[in-house]
């Protein structure tokens, strides 16, 4: 097996791994991460019905850059967080269950869930 495969099945079973035990209702919809080299992006699933309910990114209009800065880093990501806290309580949620991904829990992606938990959300 080449050395991309082989990551890419090992990504993947790390992301099953985590997925196995969490679930998003309407009640409690799953506040999932994706990381890139450039961007950070949160979205709340309802698994149930398959909608998001909400969504936030650092990908952004130039004239709202200055709040993010560049969008690859703790900064950016702790407004992402707080940004789709906003969101969420627009839409009527307060809890959430936390799906980090294949991602571990550090860096940019604890820096989302904190601005989450700062905007008001409860894991």
């Known amino acids: 097996m080449n050395s991309q495969k082989l990551k890419a099945v090992r990504r993947l079973r790390r992301k099953r791994h985590v997925r196995r035990k969490i679930t998003g209702t309407a ?5 999932t991460v994706f990381r890139s080299s450039k961007h950070i992006y949160a979205q709340l699933i309802d698994d149930v019905a398959g909608r998001t309910l909400a969504s936030a990114s650092s990908k952004v209009k130039k004239a709202e850059q200055a709040a993010f800065g560049y969008g690859g880093n703790i900064k950016a990501a702790t407004a992402v967080g707080k940004k ?5 309580k627009a839409v009527g949620i307060t809890k959430v269950a936390f799906d980090r991904g294949h991602y571990k829990y550090h860096g940019r992606v604890k820096a989302l ?3 989450a938990r700062e905007g008001g959300l409860q894991f």
Not at 84 to 88: C, D, G
């Open 27 to 31: 009640d409690r919809p799953r506040l």
């Open 84 to 88: 789709l806290a906003e969101a969420a």
């Open 113 to 115: 869930a904190d601005g």
